[in-house]
Structure formats: structure tokens, C-alpha cells
């Protein structure tokens, strides 16, 4: 069924639901963002709680339905959406994607995983694969480095005030840490989780002349993000970057 026959649909649904409440004498007053509750409601999400996963997986069938029934061909992009007061990271946003004209966007849905089901284990530089393949599609040169976490903030974080430990060394010339011998097996252990890479960053602008433009950043060192939980790409270090550096980049990771 094309689009428009869908929507007039939905319109004349609209319609029949207006009469009826019209019908009982009722008034419904609809906000600017309308909200989707399922049938039991009991969880904290639907009740005082911004986020939780039963939310995120209404949404993604809901997102699944649409594609069945109003947007075939979309695709589904899960992304940071609004940050209230308070609340220290963004909310997510999902939304849906096509041409204007109707012509499909994606053709594999199976593929945006909308039930929700793990996409099964990942090669570890695979997101340094994603971006080392996007750089060359759009033919600018290949300046994806890794990003980790504050060594510092992280050792504070470990050991015990006031308690000296010898900290990692970054080898520029082997790209990673060395790790003190002084260091046992479960502060190893705890580093190999908590400080590994986190992800991979290329450093992505669109220029006056309409091409994809990349450049190496000046860096002391790693590139280290800010102290945080939310994506690589919300905690870049852009302040320290020189005034003739790009300052926008495109990021990789992978989360749970």
C-alpha cells in the first residue's frame, strides 16, 4: 500500500477515536512529544525513572512495525537525544530514515537487529576496520587513531588514597601501554577491563570545496577522553586541540 493510502488510514482511525471520546463527553489534550505506554505499566521506567530497558525495547518494535506497515526500505538509528537538568547523559533517540521519494534506503532489516537479539562477539579492532573503510570511501587519508580512558583518573580511582604506584607508560613507538611489573594480576586484570582501548576516533570535516577533508591531531601522547560513560564521541578533548586542527571526527566503539 503506498504511503499516502497509509496515512489517510491513520487519519480516518484518528477520526473514529475523536468521535467517540466526543461521543462521552471527554477532552484530550495531546502534548507536544506524545508518549507510548504498553498495557502493564508497573515498571519505573513508565513511572518516575527517565530510561530502562523495557522502554528502548518497546521502541524497537514499534520502530520494526513502522517499517512494516508506513516506511519500508528505513533504516533505524539508534543516537544521543535530548539531556535534562540533572542527569549526567543524553537519553537515546530512535528514529527512522528514508528518501523522500520512497525509494528504499535499506535493504536488509534483519540486519538493524530491532528484537533487540546481540549481534554475537566482535573482533576488537573491528570499529578501527569501520572507520579505516569509511576514510577510504571517501578518499581521505587513513588518521584513525584509538582512544582510551584517563590513566590518571583511573588509578585514583583504584588504589588507596595517598598510596604511590608507578603509573603506565604509552609507547609511542609500539602504540599501547606498558604496564608496571610492579602491578599484580588483579590490578592487570582490572586495568585489561576498565582502561583497554575504548575506541577509535577519525578526525572527519566537510570542506568549502565540498570534500571530505581528514588530518592528523597534534597529540602529547594517546588521545584520552574525558572522565565519563557516555560515547567516545561526547568526550573528545577538542579544547586541547591546536586552532588549525579539524575539531570534528567520527567515532567507533563497542558497547554492550
Known amino acids: ?6 496515512n489517510l488510514k491513520l487519519l480516518e482511525q484518528g477520526l473514529i477515536a475523536d468521535n467517540k471520546l466526543k461521543a462521552q463527553g471527554l477532552v484530550l489534550t495531546q502534548g507536544g512529544e506524545p508518549t507510548f505506554v504498553p498495557h502493564d505499566t508497573k515498571a519505573i521506567e513508565w513511572n518516575t525513572a527517565a530510561l530502562g530497558p523495557e522502554k528502548l525495547a518497546c521502541a ?4 520494526k512495525e513502522l517499517l512494516v506497515t508506513h516506511l519500508p526500505g528505513a533504516v533505524v538509528l539508534i543516537s544521543s537525544g535530548k539531556q535534562f537538568p540533572g542527569e549526567p547523559l543524553p537519553r537515546w533517540s530512535l528514529g527512522l530514515f528514508t528518501w523522500s521519494d520512497g525509494t528504499p534506503f535499506w535493504k536488509n532489516q ?5 528484537e533487540g537479539d546481540a549481534p554475537g562477539p566482535l573482533a576488537e579492532d573491528l570499529p578501527q576496520q569501520v572507520l579505516s573503510a569509511i576514510a577510504d570511501e571517501l578518499k581521505v587519508e587513513n588518521h584513525v587513531i584509538p582512544a582510551y580512558e584517563n590513566v ?13 604506584i608507578p603509573r603506565p607508560y604509552y609507547s609511542q613507538t609500539e602504540r599501547h601501554f606498558i604496564l ?33 577533508i581528514s588530518g592528523a591531531w597534534k597529540l602529547e601522547g594517546n588521545l584520552t577522553l574525558m572522565a565519563g560513560q557516555s560515547s567516545v564521541g561526547l568526550r573528545l578533548p577538542l579544547n586541547t586541540l591546536h586552532e588549525d586542527e579539524i575539531h570534528t571526527a567520527l567515532t567507533a566503539e563497542i558497547t554492550d
Open 180 to 212: 608496571p611489573a610492579a602491578w599484580n594480576d588483579e590490578m592487570a586484570k582490572e586495568w585489561d577491563k576498565y582502561c583497554a582501548k575504548t575506541g577509535w576516533v577519525l578526525p572527519l570535516d566537510y570542506g568549502e570545496d565540498e570534500k571530505w
Open 110 to 114: 534483519a540486519r538493524l537487529h530491532l
Open 152 to 164: 590518571d583518573l583511573w588509578i585514583n580511582f583504584f588504589i588507596n588514597e595517598g598510596e604511590e
Open 60 to 63: 524497537r518494535r514499534f520502530a
Open 1 to 6: 500500500m503506498p504511503n499516502h493510502h497509509r
